[in-house]
């Protein structure tokens, strides 16, 4: 790799939602602007290997963007006079690439972009897509790659978004205050979503995709700078405490290494410190935790406990009460089950397990993968193996499989 490509490569990483948000507030396009930041990309490849890195990389990407924006305008000027006006207020507005990064307006674009890609207009499947691209900065075959599907589907699902922003006519702002709380649900359910299927991957061979939950982890951060909104600070918290322990959750061989057996030695205290700093400030608003401050606060239990035996069980099934009135769910259900059968004895998690059992989780393997290992605590090894082997079947994930095949050869 050239020296140019790498430079071009670590800016956009870095930047890309600072130039995009900077381009989408001058064009007043947001589907424009990513794609003369696009232009401007593959300008750079060309002109940096001849010309050498410009001293603010940055800057010259934003001003190359700006200058193929206003070609762009002035192709239609003659279908919309509109787009002309435009076109001249950029050039008599922005003599410079320094003008483009206004240190006042920054973070109002860093906003104003997960805003607009994570609208709740689009699809959920859209919104990842579209908030890893221009948000996080990460090239198609790199999101593809990350959501396990073709890369025509990840462009198309991007070109829908696009299409779909552009034909609603969606402006390129931070909502108002009064819209903004709706609307900040639809952008941290689509980080959380991404650091969950990067926390506990649902297909391929390995169980945690570090990059996919350090790139969500990413965007969860700049939004907790942005936005002083407890739940913003709460998710933050949650995937700092969880990504915490991900240095212990798979061996040397990358084989999943389970709660009980992982050595809290090898996990992230920076991160702990972290996490429990956000859920404190979280908390300080006093308006009581949300989704995501409940489940961060469980993290919190599992964090500073120093064994299983040790951690705070009744507080966790508190919590999971909690939840479970807030944001009803199955899962929720079982992992309540499973913190009932650490507090109470597994004769008593077994039972609610086996009531969940008749309903949408009796074909997922998370339940009897908690019902083998409850089986296995109550001394009942053929039953365990069983389930064991039905959570194995279930299961999508290899790396996951492999383990509830190992223990049901324990059994």
């Given amino acids: 790799?050239?020296?140019?490509?790498?430079?071009?490569?670590?800016?956009?990483?870095?930047?890309?939602?600072?130039?995009?948000?900077?381009?989408?507030?001058?064009?007043?396009?947001?589907?424009?602007?990513?794609?003369?930041?696009?232009?401007?990309?593959?300008?750079?490849?060309?002109?940096?290997?001849?010309?050498?890195?410009?001293?603010?990389?940055?800057?010259?990407?934003?001003?190359?963007?700006?200058?193929?924006?206003?070609?762009?305008?002035?192709?239609?000027?003659?279908a919309d006079e509109r787009y002309a006006v435009l076109a001249r207020d950029l050039d008599e507005t922005t003599p410079g690439a320094d003008a483009l990064f206004d240190p006042d307006a920054i973070d109002d674009d860093l906003l104003a972009l997960i805003f607009t890609s994570c609208h709740p207009i689009l699809a959920k499947e859209s919104r990842v897509a579209l908030t890893l691209r221009v948000v996080g900065g990460l090239t198609t075959d790199e999101i593809a790659k990350s959501l396990l599907v073709p890369v025509p589907t990840v462009q198309a699902r991007i070109t829908r978004a696009k299409k779909t922003i552009a034909a609603a006519e969606i402006p390129f702002a931070v909502p108002d205050p009064a819209e903004r709380p709706a609307r900040l649900s639809?952008?941290?359910?689509?980080?959380?979503?991404?650091f969950t299927e990067g926390s506990s991957a649902s297909h391929g061979d390995?169980?945690?995709?570090?990059?996919?939950?350090?790139?969500?982890?990413?965007?969860?951060?700049?939004?907790?700078?942005?936005?002083?909104?407890?739940?913003?600070?709460?998710?933050?918290?949650?995937?700092?405490?969880?990504?915490?322990?991900?240095?212990a959750r798979v061996d040397a061989e990358g084989r999943p290494v389970l709660l009980e057996d992982q050595d809290r030695h090898l996990w992230d205290h920076s991160a702990i410190r972290r996490g429990r700093a956000a859920l404190a400030k979280a908390v300080?608003?006093?308006?009581?935790?949300?989704?995501?401050?409940?489940?961060?606060?469980?993290?919190?239990?599992?964090a500073t406990a120093v064994s299983v035996d040790e951690t705070n069980w009744p507080r966790i099934v508190a919590l999971y009460d909690g939840l479970a009135q807030l944001a009803p769910s199955p899962v929720v259900d079982l992992n309540r089950a499973a913190a009932v059968a650490m507090s109470q004895?597994?004769?008593?998690?077994?039972?609610?397990?086996?009531?969940?059992?008749?309903?949408?989780?009796?074909?997922?393997?998370?339940?009897?993968?908690?019902?083998?290992?409850?089986?296995?605590?109550?001394?009942?090894?053929?039953?365990?193996?069983?389930?064991?082997?039905?959570?194995?079947?279930?299961?999508?994930?290899?790396?996951?499989?492999?383990?509830?095949e190992s223990k049901a050869a324990e059994q």
């Fill in 186 to 194: 639809s952008v941290l359910n689509v980080i959380y979503l991404i």
């Fill in 345 to 404: 004895g597994p004769a008593s998690g077994l039972a609610i397990v086996n009531e969940l059992a008749d309903g949408v989780l009796g074909k997922s393997h998370l339940l009897y993968a908690v019902q083998a290992a409850l089986l296995a605590r109550l001394n009942r090894p053929d039953e365990a193996r069983a389930a064991y082997l039905q959570a194995a079947a279930l299961c999508t994930n290899d790396a996951e499989r492999s383990v509830l």
């Fill in 1 to 78: 790799m050239t020296e140019a490509r790498r430079a071009v490569e670590a800016v956009w990483r870095s930047e890309s939602a600072r130039i995009v948000g900077a381009l989408a507030r001058y064009t007043r396009d947001f589907a424009l602007a990513e794609d003369v930041a696009q232009e401007a990309l593959a300008e750079a490849l060309v002109s940096w290997s001849t010309n050498g890195i410009p001293d603010q990389p940055a800057n010259w990407l934003t001003a190359v963007g700006r200058r193929r924006a206003i070609d762009a305008f002035r192709r239609r000027a003659g």
């Fill in 284 to 302: 300080s608003v006093g308006r009581g935790l949300g989704f995501y401050g409940l489940q961060a606060a469980i993290a919190e239990c599992h």
């Fill in 206 to 247: 390995s169980w945690i995709r570090t990059d996919l939950a350090q790139e969500a982890l990413r965007l969860s951060r700049s939004l907790a700078r942005l936005t002083p909104e407890p739940e913003a600070q709460s998710l933050l918290a949650l995937m700092e405490l969880t990504a915490a322990r991900f240095p």
